[in-house]
């Protein structure tokens, strides 16, 4: 007689079918360890966590921060998730060992293999919140997209590179710290403002913003350090992409200064109207069946312009439609350097970027809640409280840039994964391709003789050992010692 299973069950459909539940190690996010092998090659979470001070006694430390980090980075990385679907995996052996600063299979064991708990991640939000401590975070946003740029192109810098700026809403649910209504999106929100390296979709800065605040608040202050530092550390020349927002002497005239090219969308006055009527007209004859696009160079001073400008004209025709569509464009690249209609091609590339920060607002999905508040009892008892409160503002600030480094960080495994092997699917993979093809795939792990095995199916095999090939191969810049 054999023995009886407690949690085997058969469906009705199909009596020929039985259903158990094991205590096998069985995973469903496997890919992580690719994770893993990405960031300790390029060194991104080593390099961030010698750089934020821990002030816990290390005598009695029982996660390192940087386990902490990667636990939580990988989390974000391989799904749409906040921090309690860190804890709802924090029995996934893959997860366990990715994260771990230990090697072997000691991760792995029932007692003291478990990740951190939610209260340790919580408490590492809040060290991540201080003064010092943001801005270390902050620069390991752009570190993170440095070394994965340069490290993809054989340890040097880009000959070029295009800074897209742009600000988007994050809805939030109740009255988070520094949350406001904006009128435009109908909703309360943050309104964040980023910048991203327009050639492969990685961060560079993310500042969090009240929902209220107009697109371009505080555009000149993110924007203009990072020209600098990527001029050192990305690429030779850098160019700079924007909406209408963004237009005004604030953020220009410090560009001309500079030297560095850009193109901005213009918002339409009674003054460029008067363009309208002089170029927007149709050639003669019949329209066509396909769409037409003119381009037309113009020379504009604004009130607040200090000089003219050269000015892109772009003029449509959209086939069923009686009247054509305009736009202008404002530009510091000559004539030379782009001719009128490169210039469109070059401000629409900026399309990327919004495609980008469609799938960076799907990996947040509501992760910005911190709602950190002083605790005066725990299970009954008394404890000191903190000589200064947390502030929620800050620390939902350092959850947006933790996020902008997991994305970064599987953004860099998207590039790398190339195609995704299906004749319908395009030469590059989307964030929700790249996860559901590199990472969030079944797994389970065997443990013998002290050796652990993860098996897979044999198609994933095969496209790890192709991407883990590519990961082994690339040369990031040598780590800088730690201030």
Request: glycine share 8%; charged share 25%.
């Amino acid at each position: 007689m054999g023995e009886d299973q407690g949690t085997a069950y058969r469906p009705n459909f199909n009596g020929s079918l039985e259903i158990e539940g094991r205590g096998d190690r069985l995973t469903s996010h496997a890919g992580v360890v690719l994770l893993r092998e990405l960031d300790d090659k390029l060194g991104l979470t080593r390099s961030l966590s010698a750089s934020i001070a821990d002030p816990r006694d290390q005598r009695r430390v029982r996660h390192s921060q940087s386990e902490v980090l990667r636990s939580w980075l990988y989390a974000m990385a391989s799904e749409s998730t906040t921090s309690v679907t860190v804890s709802n995996r924090a029995e996934d052996p893959a997860l366990r060992m990715a994260a771990s600063d230990k090697r072997g299979v000691t991760m792995l064991d029932e007692e003291g293999g478990r990740l951190a708990s939610q209260p340790t991640r919580s408490r590492l939000l809040a060290n991540l919140a201080t003064a010092g401590n943001l801005d270390a975070l902050r620069s390991g946003l752009f570190d993170s997209a440095g070394r994965a740029i340069r490290a993809m192109s054989e340890g040097q810098k880009l000959s070029e590179c295009t800074l897209d700026i742009d600000s988007y809403p994050l809805e939030v649910h109740g009255h988070q710290a520094g949350s406001e209504f904006n009128g435009h999106y109908g909703m309360r929100c943050f309104h964040p403002l980023g910048v991203m390296v327009g050639e492969t979709g990685h961060w560079l800065d993310l500042a969090l913003r009240p929902g209220n605040v107009h697109t371009a608040d505080g555009a000149e202050d993110v924007l203009l350090p990072l020209i600098a530092r990527a001029r050192g550390e990305v690429a030779d020349k850098v160019h700079v992409r924007g909406d209408a927002g963004f237009v005004g002497p604030k953020l220009l005239d410090p560009l001309d200064e500079e030297g560095v090219r850009y193109a901005f969308r213009l918002p339409t006055n009674r003054y460029l109207k008067n363009y309208e009527e002089i170029h927007a007209r149709r050639p003669v004859g019949r329209p066509t069946a396909e769409p037409r696009t003119w381009c037309h160079d113009l020379e504009y001073r604004a009130e607040t312009w200090k000089e003219p400008r050269r000015v892109v004209m772009t003029v449509q025709e959209r086939p069923g439609e009686l009247y054509l569509h305009t736009f202008f464009i404002v530009t510091s690249f000559s004539p030379e350097e782009l001719c009128a209609r490169d210039v469109l091609d070059f401000y629409r590339a900026r399309g990327t970027m919004e495609a980008h920060i469609g799938e960076h607002q799907s990996v947040i999905n509501g992760g910005l809640s911190s709602a950190n508040r002083p605790k005066g009892h725990i299970k009954q008892r008394e404890v000191e409280k903190r000589a200064e409160p947390i502030d929620a503002r800050a620390a939902n600030a350092a959850a947006l840039l933790l996020h902008g480094i997991a994305y970064n960080l599987m953004n860099t495994l998207r590039l790398l994964g190339g195609t995704s092997g299906y004749p319908d699917e395009p030469a590059g993979l989307g964030l929700r391709r790249a996860r559901s093809t590199l990472v969030a795939l079944a797994g389970r792990i065997v443990v013998s003789a002290r050796r652990a095995k993860l098996i897979v199916s044999q198609r994933t095999a095969a496209l790890w050992a192709r991407v883990t090939g590519r990961i082994r191969r690339l040369s990031p810049p040598v780590a800088r010692p730690a201030a």
